[in-house]
């Protein structure tokens, strides 16, 4: 995965180079279009597969018992998401620009996001600002970028009193949203490769999730960072520049909290 700072070096030498940037371009539009073709084909013959596995057992019952039928179910569920996470990922870097009040977002994410799913027992706290000046993002990425990590906060906190904590502030030029949990945290090697596809350490996950995550926040001129991982939890933050300066009214000190 490259870096915001490769990112702006790449650009650079396509700038002063209109042969390499003719050729980059090319090279990358090519990449996608062969990636995009391998997965539309992959999930059409996998919907024919999924459907042939539900009649089967709509019609005879018995196979559920049979040695390994299980194991090519989850199987061909595990190829599924695969596909459907990569084509997410593929497309994470486009975004449409309008105006948000990334405070609304965040309260209509953890009001809305399916606690029950992952723990029963959690407190998610959100911290945001009174007033937070309007952002133009793309909400939709966004908003799925900020339930990528808040799904994986989930998945490592403890069996009982795990707690979420999502905060968001703003200055003159930038936001910030940090996402705090009291999990396992990040091993060694996962910190290593953190934003990188298929990087996980997780049984039957994909691991495009944090990477697609990162390419969104990319896409926005933003950064994420991992600011700490440890016994006692993990932190990550996300960085957003103001794409209309005029738009702010300067920094608020004053605070809402809404528990979940």
């Not at 405070?103 to 953890?110: K, M």
């Not at 309007?134 to 490592?156: P, R, T, V």
């Not at 993990?234 to 005029?246: H, K, N, R």
Request: net charge negative; aromatic share 10%.
């Amino acid at each position: 995965m490259f870096t915001r700072e490769e990112l702006n070096t790449l650009e650079q030498l396509k700038a002063d180079n209109p042969k390499l940037r003719y050729l980059l371009d090319k090279l990358e539009q090519e990449q996608k279009y062969a990636l995009s073709y391998l997965s539309h084909s992959i999930r059409n013959d996998l919907t024919v597969l999924m459907s042939s596995f539900q009649i089967t057992e709509k019609h005879h019952p018995e196979v559920r018992d049979f040695k390994y039928w299980e194991e090519c179910v989850k199987g061909a569920f595990y190829i599924c998401k695969l596909m459907e996470d990569l084509y997410v990922f593929e497309h994470s870097s486009k975004i449409h620009q309008s105006p948000i009040m990334l405070n609304e977002l965040l309260t209509d994410l953890v009001n809305y996001f399916p606690h029950e799913h992952y723990s029963s027992t959690t407190s998610v706290i959100l911290q945001t600002e009174e007033f937070c000046p309007k952002y133009y993002g793309d909400s939709i990425k966004l908003c799925h970028a900020l339930e990528l990590l808040l799904i994986n906060s989930y998945e490592a906190l403890p069996e009982e009193n795990g707690k979420i904590l999502l905060n968001l502030s703003c200055t003159n030029s930038l936001i910030q949203i940090s996402i705090t949990d009291n999990g396992k945290g990040f091993s060694k090697d996962m910190k290593a490769k953190l934003w990188q596809p298929f990087a996980t350490d997780k049984q039957h996950h994909t691991g495009l999730g944090l990477c697609t995550a990162h390419n969104i926040i990319l896409a926005h001129g933003g950064h994420m960072q991992l600011a700490w991982s440890g016994t006692e939890g993990t932190c990550i933050e996300i960085y957003l520049p103001f794409l209309s300066v005029g738009t702010l009214s300067g920094k608020c000190e004053k605070f809402v909290q809404h528990a979940n």
